[in-house]
């Protein structure tokens, strides 16, 4: 089972999100994106940090920033069936890359800190 979440708009539109936990520990993979601008997040970083607010407020901080990282990336990949051509940093595979300024000793949380 697959499961792409869009938390922003889940808020915005029904007051709540789907219970990702439950998909977690059910086997489900997740995969974490904008759906769209209207209600939803402008941009990819933006809706990183909502879902990991809504970790911390309403999950007991269930999902790590690296968890949520891997929503966005590998998970991704997987989630629309392209992980054999994406979605992770190896030879032979199709990638963009994105540096990002911050804590060495903390790279997930860097990228969750990051603006546009």
Do not use: C
């Amino acid at each position: 089972m697959k499961l792409p979440w869009s938390p922003a708009s889940n808020v915005a539109l029904y007051g709540h999100t789907a219970d990702i936990p439950a998909a977690l520990d059910a086997g489900v993979l997740v995969a974490l994106a904008p759906d769209w601008s209207m209600g939803g997040s402008p941009n990819l970083l933006d809706e990183l940090r909502v879902a990991k607010a809504w970790s911390d407020s309403h999950w007991a901080a269930r999902l790590s920033a690296k968890d949520l990282v891997l929503m966005v990336t590998s998970n991704a990949a997987d989630v629309v069936a392209k992980g054999s051509l994406l979605g992770h940093l190896q030879e032979g595979m199709l990638a963009d890359i994105t540096v990002f300024h911050g804590d060495t000793s903390a790279p997930y949380d860097a990228i969750l800190q990051a603006s546009p």
